[in-house]
């Protein structure tokens, strides 16, 4: 199939030309008809399936066909979970709308919102946004929605575990009841399906991937390991295999640092990423592990999200993530567009509940190989303080009022300014894939340490990145501004 066949115009053919893309993939051979047609539309996509120009190319050619309303207001509201998603899909909407006269503007929190009212003001065909500082232009009547055609809701799945449920209800309440909607999520959960009955009407339903499934060029693998030879364990593969562009994913802020600080140590060029973090950091830490200068990027979860580097050929998960539906998104970070790529877990004993849990959600048994050197002992080895080297924390607020306890709200949304990376073809990767075997992994003790007894010590697992999930945003000030904000006009 070509893009030609679904009905793009000129203009848009022409940019999908220029960015190399030949054939429409599975989502949007299957999505851009269906938007074209004026239908709402459901689709379960991951993240680099092609998804957002699957919404994006289709919305460009309804909205540059139909006529423009007076006054310039806003005619395609797209909504994000994070900031860097929403950099990446304002990008994206610059490019493939590149010749075509419509105007697009990026908007999400931590920057000053003055600019960003200048800009609406100035009038705005399409706006990505996150939901926060959405809210707070509306509520400063910087935008409005009277004219609204087309609502995207992107990473349905990630709005509601970050939180975002009141504040996009909120918002639907603000936007005409006339429009189209497109949903996109990476899985289809009961809460996913309950929102999107309020939202779609009559969709075509569109699903590229099996649920809750991992691509299927990612190879997946699991080492037994105790929890205190991670780090060591971690070093050794990333020699012994000379991987050269590794994510790595830890379940905390601190436990990033920490192992960050353990592998340059080592000589191994490292970089954290999370949000505690300043933008500056976290873009040049981005930028360069995608030119290379830096070899292992430790990330959190949500400052991960959504971070798309072309071609990355490993990743590694030190620590299970707690909701099994953030391994899928973590791998889903290698293996993109059809490239091959390895996700690697280092398991400890106490992590055998979370394997179990993304063993059922995926359907899979993830094959075990422990490293010779490396072998778990019984009782799961010398514990470890996770709270090592981690600052004191400030004292709580008396009172228990909900901004004094509790953990505050991560960065999810903060990120890097979303670049994208290059093409890279990179010549120094060297795939895992090549390795695989010639190092130890003879010995396979399936079963025997990360399913057998289960040790969980009460350790201190604090668990920042994903403290967000489930909070319940209610809206209006001091919502954490994590998302609510920041950014920027695109053109
Ligand atoms: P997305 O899932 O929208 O984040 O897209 C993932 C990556 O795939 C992005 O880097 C896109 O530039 C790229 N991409 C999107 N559509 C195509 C296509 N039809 N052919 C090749 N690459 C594509």
Redesign the pocket.
């Known amino acids: 199939m070509s893009?030609d066949s679904l009905g793009l115009s000129a203009p848009l053919l022409k940019a999908?030309a220029e960015?190399?893309?030949?054939?429409?993939?599975p989502i949007?051979a299957q999505a851009i008809p269906a938007v074209l047609d004026g239908r709402d539309v459901m689709a379960a996509?991951?993240?680099?399936?092609?998804?957002?120009?699957?919404f994006t190319l289709p919305i460009l050619q309804r909205l540059s066909e139909a006529q423009r309303p007076n006054g310039r207001p806003v005619r395609a509201l797209i909504l994000t979970p994070t900031r860097e998603l929403a950099a990446?899909v304002g990008e994206?909407v610059e490019t493939y709308g590149k010749h075509l006269p419509l105007t697009s503007a990026v908007v999400f929190g931590g920057v000053k919102i003055n600019p960003q009212i200048a800009k609406l003001k100035s009038g705005v065909d399409i706006l990505v946004a996150t939901p926060g500082r959405l809210l707070d232009l509306h509520q400063q009547k910087a935008v409005s929605f009277e004219a609204l055609e087309v609502l995207v809701l992107d990473e349905a799945d990630r709005m509601l575990d970050m939180g975002f449920i009141h504040d996009i209800r909120r918002i639907l309440k603000v936007l005409p009841a006339k429009r189209q909607n497109l949903l996109f999520s990476a899985t289809f959960s009961q809460d996913i399906r309950n929102l999107a009955k309020s939202i779609v009407n009559d969709p075509v339903e569109v699903s590229v991937t099996p649920r809750n499934t991992a691509a299927a060029t990612v190879t997946q693998w699991v080492h037994p390991v105790d929890k205190s030879r991670k780090p060591a364990l971690l070093s050794h593969l990333i020699q012994t295999h000379q991987w050269q562009q590794v994510l790595v994913f830890t379940r905390t802020k601190h436990g990033a640092n920490r192992l960050t600080k353990y592998l340059e140590g080592q000589g191994i060029e490292a970089a954290a990423i999370h949000g505690n973090k300043s933008q500056n950091a976290r873009t040049k830490a981005l930028a360069d592990f995608k030119n290379g200068d830096v070899r292992a990027l430790v990330a959190t979860d949500i400052a991960a999200r959504g971070l798309?580097i072309?071609q990355l050929p490993q990743v590694v998960n030190f620590e299970l993530p707690n909701v099994p539906e953030d391994y899928v998104h973590r791998i889903g970070r290698t293996g993109?567009?059809g490239a091959s790529g390895q996700a690697v877990s280092l398991v400890s004993l106490d992590e055998k509940k979370e394997l179990a849990g993304i063993e059922r959600l995926i359907s899979q048994r993830l094959e075990s190989q422990t490293v010779s050197g490396f072998e778990p002992t019984p009782g799961g080895g010398p514990k470890v303080d996770e709270n090592e080297g981690r600052p004191p924390r400030p004292p709580r607020r008396q009172g228990g009022g909900r901004n004094g306890s509790g953990p505050q709200r991560s960065g999810g949304n903060r990120s890097d300014g979303g670049q994208?990376s290059g093409n890279r073809s990179d010549s120094g990767q060297r795939r895992a894939s090549d390795n695989r075997g010639n190092d130890n992994r003879g010995n396979d003790n399936r079963g025997n340490e990360i399913r057998g007894n289960d040790n969980r010590s009460g350790e201190n697992r604090g668990n920042e990145s994903t403290a967000p999930r489930r909070r319940r945003s209610r809206g209006g000030r001091g919502r954490g501004s994590g998302n609510g904000g920041a950014a920027s006009g695109n053109r």
């Open positions: 893009f999908v960015e190399g893309y030949d054939t429409p993939s949007q996509a991951q993240t680099g399936t092609g998804k957002t120009a699957g990446q994206s798309d072309d993109r567009a994208r």
